[in-house]
């Protein structure tokens, strides 16, 4: 079955503690992305790649890292993580980004940032 | 820059009436529209598309149609059913923002029985 799967699906931690948030898909999608989603905000994108060792920054990147060592993998790092980085977070991956062809998302990390 | 705008919910509606769901862009250019849906627990899941001026995308009953002079993509419904409860995303995506969705807030619908 195609998927996106995200690991943790929930996590509470505390402020400065490093955090990672694994998305795996099983697509062989070139292109991964992750956003946040917030209250009447939508959703925002906060990296993206294009291909493995391709990243960049989307519109919300600072406070984030990411790496794209595998094409399967595009874990998301929280190095420091603080109370405004607590959101709704969801991968998605497309065949390479184009509009004609469908992104598929992931069921969420619900990170809560003590 | 790019952006989308869509009605605040909650929606709330009766089984078999009818939905509308207003959207609004701006983008240089002529962006790709887009509507998702997020059940309750879930990602998001792609409804239906349209990719250029007039197009109508349609899906489980739902369709939208690109309209180019008035910038909008609004989603309609002619019956809804207590399934359809869940959050609606309008979405666009320009060609020079390859891959990245602009998103609107999200409007949620609520179908009682």
């Known amino acids: 079955e195609a998927q996106v799967t995200q690991n943790p699906r929930y996590l509470i931690t505390v402020t400065g503690k490093k955090l990672t948030v694994t998305c795996s898909q099983n697509m062989n999608h070139e292109y991964m992305s992750w956003y946040r989603q917030d209250p009447g905000l939508g959703l925002r994108q906060i990296y993206y790649?294009?291909?493995?060792?391709?990243?960049d920054k989307g519109d919300v990147p600072e406070g984030y890292k990411v790496s794209r060592k595998e094409k399967r993998n595009f874990p998301l790092i929280l190095e420091s993580p603080s109370p405004n980085q607590t959101s709704l977070y969801f991968c998605?991956?497309?065949?390479?980004?184009?509009?004609?062809?469908?992104?598929?998302f992931g069921d969420g990390t619900r990170l809560s940032i003590l | 820059g790019d952006s989308v705008t869509q009605m605040e919910g909650p929606v709330t509606l009766s089984e078999e009436a009818f939905l509308t769901i207003n959207c609004t862009y701006t983008a240089t250019g002529y962006p790709s529209l887009f509507w998702y849906v997020q059940y309750p627990g879930e990602g998001l899941q792609l409804l239906l598309k349209?990719?250029?001026?007039?197009d109508k995308g349609s899906n489980k009953g739902f369709e939208a149609t690109y309209r180019k002079e008035t910038t909008s993509f609004h989603l309609e419904k002619g019956s809804v059913q207590v399934s359809d409860s869940a959050v609606y995303f309008c979405?666009?995506?320009?060609?020079?923002?390859?891959?990245?969705?602009?998103f609107g807030a999200g409007t949620q619908v609520v179908v009682t029985p």
């Open positions: 790649s294009m291909n493995v060792e391709v990243t």
């Open positions: 349209a990719t250029k001026a007039d």
């Open positions: 998605a991956s497309s065949l390479s980004g184009g509009s004609n062809q469908p992104q598929h």
């Open positions: 979405a666009a995506m320009t060609t020079d923002s390859w891959g990245k969705l602009q």
